[in-house]
Structures are given as C-alpha cells and as structure tokens.
C-alpha cells in the first residue's frame, strides 16, 4: 500500500562510497537522480564522499572555494575535519563534499569498542573493505553533524540518506548523537546474499531455509552482515532497489523493507538526432577496427556486434552464461558475422602494447596477434575465469569461424589505451545487449542499454527484469527479453539467448528500428521523474518516525 506524502524535507545529506567516485551501479543511481532531486531541493540536497584524488584532479569533482566557506573553514579549524567542498560533476551538478577519513584510523579502537558496547556490532571478525568502509562512514557521521549544527538546523525536517552496509556506521552515529536528523539506509544488495550466490549456493531454491547470521558465520561475512543488520533495524526507515532483494531482507536481515526505491536513469545522458547518429557510428567503427586489428580478420560494417558488462562477478552477472551462449552462437554458424565484447574491469596491466601499435599504424593486417581474444594485459592470467573458459572452448576467434568473442577487461573511462572512449560512447554502437544475471538486485547495465536504443536480454532474477515485466516486456520485440532462471537452468538459459541472437541478427531494418524504437519508450518508463516519488515517501515516512530526544556518549 502506498504510503500518503505527508512531510517534506528541507535539507537532505546523502552518502556514499560512490559519490564522486565512478566503481559501480550505485554511481548510476545516485549520479543520475541528482538533477531530479536539484530540481526539488535546490542546493538543499548534499552528496558526501571519499577523498580519494589527494594529488590527482578528480573529474568527477569541482572544487568551489567559496561554496559553504564558512562551514569549510569552522570544520578544518575547530573540528579537525579535512574536507573540500565543491559540485558533482554530473548533470544537476549538486553540492558535494569530500572528506578524507585517513585520520580516523588512529582512533579505530576506539571507535569499534564503541560500536560494540552501543550496538553489539563486532568489527574484530571484520576484513577486507571493512575498515576503509567504517573510517568514511565514521567521517560522514561527523560532517553531517558539524553541517547540521553549524546551519543551525535544529527546527529544519532533515534526513541523512546512506547507502549501503559500507555506510552503516554513519547511520547508526547519527542516530545515535542527532536523533533528530531522519535516517534512510538503503541496501542495494545484502553483504550476505550477494556472498551466498558468490560462494555457488544456491540462494533462490533454499532460500526460505537461510539465516543470515548462520550464513555469515560459514561464510566469513559476519562484520559486514551484522553491521548491515543493525543498521536496518535502527534507522527510521528502511529500503531496497527491488521486491526480489527485499524478499532477501526479510529472510537474512529479519527485516521489511519500508519502501521499495527502484532505479531510474535520466535521458539527458543520450544524445538526440544526429549527434546520436554520429556517436553510434564512431562506435561500430572503433569496436570493428579493434576487433580487426586483434583477429587479423575484415569485418564488414554491418557485422552484428553485442556486448555484456558490469562488474567482474563471474557467476552473479551471468558472464559465465553469456560466454556459454555465445560458443552456441559459433557452433550454429549464422550467416552474419557475430563479435561478441565482454565490456568487463579486471585486474589488468594496461593495453596490450602489440595491440596499440597496430591500431597506432592504422595498415590493414591478414594475422592475429598472439591470444587475440583480448585487449588488455592481465596480471594472473592462468586465474582468470572468463580467460579459462575461452580457452576451455577453444574461442581462438579463427578468420574462418564468423563468431568471435573479446574480452575487454579494462575500466571505459575514454582513456584506456585502446578504445578510448567513455563506456556511453561505446554502449551507443552496440546492435544488441546480453545481461543473464543470477544475482542482481537491480539491473543498472540493461536499463542503461534500452535507454541508448540497444535491445537488451535479461532474467527475472533481476530488479530491472522483473519491473520490465510488469511494464509488458517480454520477448526482444518490446525492447526487453526476460528469460526465467533458477538455480539449475544454466543450459537453458544459454540456449534461449543463442536463439535471440540468431534470430535478431536476422531482423530486416524495419524490424530492428522497431525494436529499438520499443527499447528506448520502455526506458523512458524508468525514469527518475516517475521513480522519484518512492524517494519522497521515503523521505516522509522516515521525518515521521524520527525520535526527538538527544542521546550518546563519544566524543569527538
């Protein structure tokens, strides 16, 4: 049942890992809902994140020495926090502040002890991201404490919005020291879930049988997961991405989510008439050359070109499937030429030097180059899975087989050495997306593609999947195919897509531009501006659950 709107927020502070800060899909979410939320709250609305560029201009961040100058100079000086303060670089350009948390280090004991003696969270049996994730959090506490105090906000409606276990302890601060500033902790995939799928459990079949704090401690995730638990049950309200994470939440969090907060996109990120049109053709022209320089094969223009991306999570992002679905593709022999790119950040060296004198001499070239079946130098190849398995079906990418596959493990930030354009720039050339998840909360990577007129393929145990669902998709024909995947479907989700693909790179031009046409419509359904409003029910449901009594004990 739909929440009333009852309470609007006059100020809103939101956290992150990933503000200003490009790694994954919550940039995505956060980057591209920025102008909706200036829209409503102008300059009301402040991102806080990480100083990672000590010495390095960030793109991401424009520094203003003069935006809250007298906050800036109040916190450096009287509360020894080192910040910046400037604006997100992204369409909305709102405030954002960065703080570096390197400092706090020095007092983690003491600020763990604190964690356990208040909440019972026990950091010792912590690892990994831990402590970075706890050391930010830690400062974002702080700044949105010194900002509140020092604007006097005491009679304003003011909510901390954070995102993700990585910002729990700044929940449970604020919550803490400033019961008066409404908390929002969204989970935009639970630490345990995403670690019983990572571990080759199966998570959907078994999952009424899970309990999240068994599970966390087999798996070596209890730090994170019990973190990410206290803090959903503390905050005055609480949200996940999707029905299909929040039925995670209840089971290994023991908690309902408040509110069901799905992903939008903006389409002020794709370009229109024929800017569009130049952009898609500078990217088929540079995957072609790409591919051609490293096969050492022609590749005509009009070669069927699709693609899989995210983050490396070889099993949960179905990159396993897609690589099995596209040797089906190859064993079919289909009459037009196929290149598949697996657009994936991997541990990486930098471009492959043989590659980039090719690309530098621009000559046409009849042999491969050694493995052509990758752009990059990786460190630890005989580890690396999508390399394995190429290897293990013999994906050689020989000039007489019309399907060939290419990994691409590099971030595509425009400066990689090889492509050297941004992943939009490339995302735009493509004829055709592939996204088998197992494990997705969401779904940023195929809502993106629809939204630059590429098709996409997708299962129903994804967010995005389910929601296009709901929306009439269903076969490639609306711009979405969800395909239904379990725990044990694996083959028949490879088949269906070698069928898909077959048969879509077979359509005539009226058919495609149809299909592309019912991509993009589909995605304007997705956006912020329709999204928007779960945002504001959150943001009143947690103003209204907002205990006013002050509390807390540790100094600064």
Not at 351 to 373: I, T
Not at 537 to 545: C, F, H, P, Q
């Amino acid at each position: 049942m739909a929440h009333p709107q009852k309470v609007t927020p006059d100020y809103i502070f939101e956290s992150s890992w990933e503000v200003c800060n490009k790694v994954g899909g919550i940039y995505t979410v956060l980057s591209t809902r920025a102008q909706t939320l200036q829209n409503l709250f102008k300059d009301k609305i402040i991102f806080i994140g990480p100083d990672l560029w000590k010495n390095i201009d960030n793109p991401d961040f424009i520094e203003n020495k003069t935006l809250l100058q007298a906050w800036k100079k109040h916190a450096i000086e009287k509360e020894n926090l080192n910040v910046r303060v400037g604006r997100w670089n992204v369409p909305g350009k709102p405030i954002a502040i960065l703080v570096d948390f390197s400092p706090y280090y020095n007092r983690k004991d003491e600020i763990y002890f604190w964690m356990w003696e208040k909440y019972g969270i026990d950091s010792t049996v912590a690892y990994g991201d831990y402590d970075e994730a706890s050391m930010f959090a830690y400062a974002t506490g702080l700044v949105i404490e010194s900002l509140y105090k020092f604007l006097q906000l005491q009679d304003k409606k003011v909510i901390a919005h954070l995102n993700e276990w990585m910002l729990g302890m700044a929940a449970l601060y604020i919550r803490d020291k400033i019961p008066a500033i409404a908390t929002i902790f969204t989970t935009h995939a639970t630490s345990i879930g995403r670690s019983i799928c990572g571990n080759n459990k199966p998570l959907y079949d078994q999952l009424e049988n899970y309990n999240g704090d068994q599970m966390a401690r087999e798996l070596n995730m209890e730090g994170k997961h019990f973190l990410e638990k206290r803090t959903a049950h503390e905050v005055d309200c609480f949200t996940t991405v999707s029905e299909i994470t929040g039925k995670e939440c209840r089971q290994l969090l023991g908690k309902n989510p408040d509110v069901i907060t799905p992903n939008g996109f903006e389409a002020n990120f794709v370009p229109k008439g024929k800017a569009f049109d130049t952009k898609r053709k500078a990217a088929r022209k540079t995957f072609i050359r790409v591919a051609e320089q490293l096969t050492g094969t022609q590749i005509p223009a009009d070669a069927f070109l699709l693609a899989t991306s995210g983050r490396y999570e070889y099993k949960n992002k179905g990159i396993d499937v897609f690589i099995e679905a596209i040797h089906r593709v190859k064993q079919a022999q289909p009459k037009r030429p196929v290149i598949a790119f697996i657009l994936v950040p991997a541990w990486i060296k930098g471009p492959r030097q043989d590659l980039q004198e090719r690309l530098k001499e621009k000559l046409p070239v009849d042999f491969p180059l050694p493995s052509p079946y990758y752009t990059h130098d990786l460190f630890e190849t005989h580890n690396d899975k999508v390399l394995g398995y190429l290897q293990c079906l013999n994906f050689m990418n020989q000039e007489e087989n019309p399907v060939k596959i290419i990994f691409v493990p590099s971030y595509l930030n425009g400066n990689d050495g090889i492509f050297n354009l941004p992943y939009y720039d490339l995302l735009i050339g493509l004829d055709l997306t592939v996204f088998p998840s197992y494990y997705e909360p969401w779904g940023y990577t195929p809502l993106e593609s629809i939204a630059f007129h590429v098709p996409t393929i997708t299962t129903n145990l994804a967010g995005f999947g389910l929601w296009a669902e709901t929306e009439g998709a269903g076969d490639l024909n609306s711009g979405v195919e969800v395909i239904e995947r379990t725990d044990t479907n694996y083959f028949e989700v490879a088949e269906k897509i070698k069928n898909t693909i077959i048969r879509y790179a077979e359509y005539d031009s009226n058919q495609v531009s149809a299909t592309r046409e019912a991509a993009y419509v589909l995605s304007e359904k997705a956006s912020w501006s329709h999204f928007i409003k779960y945002y504001l029910e959150a943001y009143s449901i947690a103003l209204e659950n907002t205990p006013k009594s002050p509390k807390g004990d540790l100094e600064q």
